[in-house]
């Protein structure tokens, strides 16, 4: 009997020993505990607003997985609208995903200011290989008191497109300048020929001329100080802007007729079909050259310069849009090792052989894979891009931005409009 009890004790003992060591196991937070220390796994979320591509994201993830038994990633996909709303709602509860693609401004602003990021800069410089690799400026639009906190993966530029066949009957030469844009309009517009098409009912493509006659003139420096407050936009450069953009839209009609109230399908089906030689237009334009027998006869130029202006001719209007980053409560070594591998050349490959540009100066493509257009726009931008100003109307705050966007166009729709007093209203 004694022996009974003593062995019905041990086992009691045993099961209270078991009881009590799996109540000490850590409770489940971005890893999995079976097993071993060494056999812990990270899970990681990401969101994204690249569902155009999707699949070739989701084939990367699917290989990084694979490469790093150690770390779950799962991927979300949302159309802009839908992400942007998600983020909001992430940021008042402060529930940021482990990863996020997101577009550089405001937001991104405030996610830096509220601590919700994960700094990586040290991982950055422990790579230079990588670090030094992105164009100008790329990481420094994700810099803030000088820490870094994402890695572009994108640019985006707005070039003069123009028609090769037009210019070559017309004997023609793509312009270079100011002056040289405003002679080819005139010969244009002696044939018979729409020699510019903008979509007008829209605005933000007449502000893009805007603004590259404004830096084209006065460098990046006085919008930095009007965006500021520490002048305004009544500065002579921006006048003088305006007075040449009423030169070209009005003086020398450069503008295809009615193009106030003309809106972005119509303005960029007349260059689709050949009826429009010049586009000014980002790059997002080439989905729908590259689909067209159009695109053979299609090229494009920077920007023209302005006689005596202090802007450089391969500064483009523009940016790096959207760049990818980690939550400050996450595994940062393992959600690093996730946006380096995600946003590699080798990784992104297949998206920047499409209508996009690479944020990489050394981006891998290879032209036999490419549309010989997109190979050509994308291998000049990583080849002679020295810098970029960001599109006014998402720099500005709302009510600025909205003001910018009447007064332009007014100066270019109203002859007698009195200029300063337009750009006055820009507060």
């Known amino acids: 009997m004694k022996k009974g009890l003593i062995s019905l004790l041990a086992l009691v003992i045993v099961l209270m020993t078991a009881c009590s060591n799996n109540s000490n196991q850590p409770a489940a937070s971005g890893t999995s505990s079976e097993g071993s220390a060494s056999s812990e796994v990270t ?5 994204s607003m690249e569902t155009r591509n999707k699949d070739i994201i989701e084939a990367s993830i699917d290989e990084f997985n694979a490469q790093n038994p150690d770390i779950v990633l799962k991927a ?6 839908a992400l942007k709303t998600k983020m909001k709602v992430a940021i008042a509860g402060n529930q940021v995903p482990d990863i996020i693609t997101y577009w550089s401004g405001e937001t991104f602003d405030t996610l830096v200011q509220q601590g919700m990021l994960g700094e990586i800069t040290e991982y950055l410089n422990e790579d230079p290989a990588f670090r030094d690799d992105v164009l100008n400026g790329g990481l420094e639009t994700f810099t803030y008191d000088e820490r870094n906190y994402g890695i572009p993966v994108l640019f985006s530029g707005v070039s003069l497109w123009y028609n090769k066949q037009i210019f070559a009957e017309q004997g023609l030469t793509p312009p270079t300048t100011y002056d040289e844009l405003l ?8 044939n018979n020929i729409i020699p510019i098409t903008v979509a007008g009912k829209e605005r933000w493509p007449l502000l893009h001329w805007y603004s590259y006659l404004a830096q084209r003139i006065g460098g990046t420096e006085p919008f930095e100080k009007a965006k500021s407050g520490e002048t305004d936009f009544t500065e002579e450069s921006f006048v003088q802007a305006a007075e040449l953009l009423r030169e070209l839209a009005i003086d020398h009609k450069g503008f295809v007729n009615g193009f106030l109230g003309l809106d972005y399908a119509s303005a960029e089906s007349l260059f689709t079909t050949g009826r429009a030689a010049m586009y000014l237009q980002g790059e997002w334009a080439m989905d729908s050259f590259l689909e067209d027998e159009i695109s053979e006869q299609l090229d494009f130029v920077p920007f023209p310069t302005v006689e005596g202006g202090k802007g450089d001719i ?8 959207a760049g990818m980053a980690i939550s400050a409560k996450t595994n ?14 080798v990784q992104r490959k297949a998206i920047n052989e499409g209508a996009n540009i690479s944020p990489m100066k050394n981006a891998g493509l290879e032209e036999a894979n490419m549309h010989p257009l997109a190979y050509k726009y994308d291998s000049y931008i990583g080849e002679n891009l020295a810098g970029f100003f960001s599109y006014y109307d998402q720099s500005l705050d709302a009510k600025r931005a909205d003001q910018f966007l009447n007064s332009i166009g007014a100066i270019v729709g109203v002859a007698d409009a009195n200029i300063v007093e337009e750009l006055a209203k820009v507060k």
């Not at 979300?76 to 609208?81: I, R």
């Not at 002679?183 to 002696?190: E, G, S, Y």
């Not at 940062?332 to 050349?345: G, S, V």
């Open 314 to 321: 391969n500064v483009y209007h523009g940016g790096f849009g």
């Open 43 to 47: 899970q990681l979320t990401m969101w």
């Open 183 to 190: 002679a080819v309009v005139d010969a244009l517009n002696a």
């Open 76 to 81: 979300e996909f949302f159309e802009d609208e």
């Open 332 to 345: 940062q070594e393992a959600a690093y090792k996730a946006i380096r591998f995600l946003t590699d050349p």
